[in-house]
């Protein structure tokens, strides 16, 4: 920059040249308004407003950015707003999973309509990266007669599972169901939607920790009823559990299971508060709290506060509902918290009928952005130590494990099954099925596809009968994408996929079944000897116990004799000089 240009941007800095030209176009405007009239009124008009947003951006102190750029400081704003739109639409690339690449959404919308999803010209995804992975097909490729895949919980008819307080209604559920998510998170419209949806497709629908609502009871779909910390739909006003609400619910026969929420993947440990402004009287009604009061939902529940008493309160519910399956969902944390429940339940011969591994990449629900990136342990690492932990005490046959947290595609279902999943949960997906264009804005409350929202006018936008009809598609083709898989692995059922069935890339020359690379615990292991076991069970089984969260003490070994200072620096000096003459 010249001597010159930097002393006349001294005296007028050029970032205020917007401004000035707003003013200056203003006066000339009002001049040329007098002299010829008509639409150069238009001018002085809009140009004087802009003049005056550029006096208020001087004069406020908020953004130091409109302060020092008046008027086209606002330019910022505005593309940084639409930012999100334009990197979606035209910049992100198919498989950039953001949380869910476009190919991904593709695949969703396309099976929801029930048009073709075949790609010509073969796989965009480049084979030879790490970590692509496979299903090694067979020569003898089998041919089902049925793609309506499903697993007994809680037993069979007619044959209990061991154990006490055993259930006695077993369930026949699909291996592919609707993940948890509540009415009011939701728009009434997407409630009834993938009620009817699931009841056309025969598959199970979770209510969220919010309850039942009148939405989730008019087309009559199976209902899987979590109960959470506060209790909805079974409290009292103190909001402690209720044995008599708790009944009135469970019986329903449309109430499949009852699925007891520890925490989930989006937020793990971190509890939650509904606003008063938010808790409509359909909202009050569904979750049995007064209208217009803040609605707490704790981080940890009351009924119970050790892993003896959550198997206890396990059996008390399966007595309360009548003998109906009764299952945890939970995030995984501390190993040792796990393991206390695994001897919980070996202790007490309680044994949860399901246990839903919720991975911390899940995202039904809004969290702080600490807890969605960095709390939790992902589904991957989760299902594997619940599934050893459980043939390690000889207990997997009697729980049955569902998986939950980006599940998409029948290849997704097939490689959590590998990792010892007996079914899939799925909630993201299904609101795409409904129309969620992934706008990122359901906690805001202006949802543009009418799905997270309490909207009237914009609930509008989700036709239910529309909408219900796609997720019908969406779970039948993708459970015909899950049988043509199943098919060409030579296998008869999805239950038969294990981890020799899936191959990993790890470089350019070395590929691995999957089974080589996690670890894989032999039946009743975990009752006898550590010695060969992977480390976490070394580490931290013999520190968990029955009766407490807390972990417990490990044993006093003898410590090393305190040394001085003095004596650690005369030490580190004789051996900085041994290896000084080691050298010479």
Known sequence: ???????????????????????VGTIVGLGAAV??????????????????????????TRHAVLRNY??????????EYIRPEIRQYFIEGDHENLPFS?????????????????????????????????????????????????????????????????????????VFNISAMSFGALSANAVLALNLGARTGGFAHDTGEGSISKYHREHGGDLIWQIASGYFGCRNPDGTFSDEKFVENARDPQVKMIELKLSQGAKP?????????????????????PVGKDCISPPSHSAFSTPLELMHFIGRLRRLSGGKPVGIKLCIGHPWEWFAMVKAMLETDITPDFIVVDGAEGGTGAAPVEFTDH????????????????????????????????????????????????????????????????????????????????????QQALVVPDKAARVANFHRNTMHALMELVQAAGLHQPGEITAHHIVRRINDAEVHLLSQLI??????????????QHRVFRLFWPLAKADSFQIAPPPLVPSAPKTSLAAQAAQRAKTEGAALSDSE
């Open 1 to 23: 920059m010249s001597a010159s240009s930097g002393r006349f941007t001294g005296l007028f800095p050029i970032r205020y040249t917007v401004m000035v030209l707003c003013v």
């Open 35 to 60: 002299a010829w009239g008509d639409w150069w009124w238009l001018l002085p008009v809009v140009l004087g407003g802009l003049a005056v947003i550029g006096l208020l951006d001087l004069r406020q």
């Open 70 to 79: 008046p008027v086209i400081g606002h330019m910022r704003f505005m593309l």
């Open 102 to 174: 476009r190919a991904q959404r593709s695949l969703v919308y396309q099976r929801s309509k029930g048009v073709s999803d075949s790609r010509p010209f073969g796989t965009l995804l480049d084979v030879s990266a790490p970590g692509y992975e496979w299903v090694n097909h067979s020569m003898l490729p089998t041919k089902l007669a049925s793609q309506d895949f499903r697993v007994w919980i809680g037993g069979t008819p007619g044959q209990p599972l061991p154990g006490a307080e055993v259930c006695t209604q077993p369930y026949h559920a699909s």
């Open 269 to 289: 440990g971190h509890g939650g508060m509904l606003l008063g402004a938010k808790v409509t009287p359909e909202i009050a009604a569904a979750r049995g709290i």
């Open 375 to 458: 709390v939790g342990v992902p589904l991957q690492e989760g299902l594997i130590l619940v599934h050893n932990t459980l043939v390690g005490v000889k207990l997997r046959e009697r729980i049955k494990i569902g998986a939950a947290a980006k599940v998409i595609t029948a290849f997704d279902i097939a490689r959590m099954m590998a990792l010892g999943a007996d079914w899939c949960n799925a909630g993201r997906g299904f609101m795409l099925a409904l129309g969620c264009i992934q706008a990122q804005t359901c906690h805001t409350g202006f949802c543009p596809t009418g799905v997270t929202t309490q909207d009237p006018l914009r």
């Open 519 to 532: 670890m894989q615990v032999r039946p009743g292991a975990l009752l006898g000897s550590l010695h060969r």
